[in-house]
């Protein structure tokens, strides 16, 4: 909106001449979900703990589960703030977590069989009946 003359439509707003764009004011746009106020700070997603403030359960079984992984070795794997070396531990935690759940897996599909099945009752080739020709073999 240049204030040329378009071809179609070349009205002017509020009074004006024919060849001129004329607003009176500005546009507002309201407050939506995916735009909020320009001027206003978003909230962050997460929270920082402070420092009186106990640490959750996550946070403890995470320092558990890496408890071999000491702040002066994550420093020289080039994780230098707690936040980041935190951040490490919890993602190791969940790879640990999801590979403890694929063994448990893995054991119900094929461990738990031979655990409970004796070896001379489980289901071979001499247990089946075999037919040929109409007759027993």
């Known amino acids: 909106m240049s204030g040329r003359q378009s071809g179609v ?15 009176s004011g500005t546009l507002n746009r309201g407050k939506t979900l995916s735009r909020p106020d320009r001027f206003q700070t978003p909230e962050t997603m997460f929270k920082k703990r402070k420092d009186d403030e106990p ?12 408890c071999w992984a000491l702040p002066p070795f994550l420093r020289m794997c080039g994780m230098g703030p707690k936040e980041v070396q935190q951040a490490w531990r919890e993602k190791f935690t969940l790879c640990m977590i999801i590979l403890l759940i694929g063994c448990m897996v893995a054991f119900l599909t094929i461990g738990f069989t031979v655990l409970l099945c004796p070896k001379d009752q489980r289901q071979g080739v001499l247990t089946f009946v075999r037919y040929g020709n109409g007759q027993f073999q």
């Open 55 to 66: 640490a959750s359960c996550w946070v403890i079984c995470s320092r558990i589960t890496t």
């Open 9 to 23: 439509g070349s009205r002017s707003l509020h009074g004006g001449s024919a060849g001129t764009l004329r607003r």
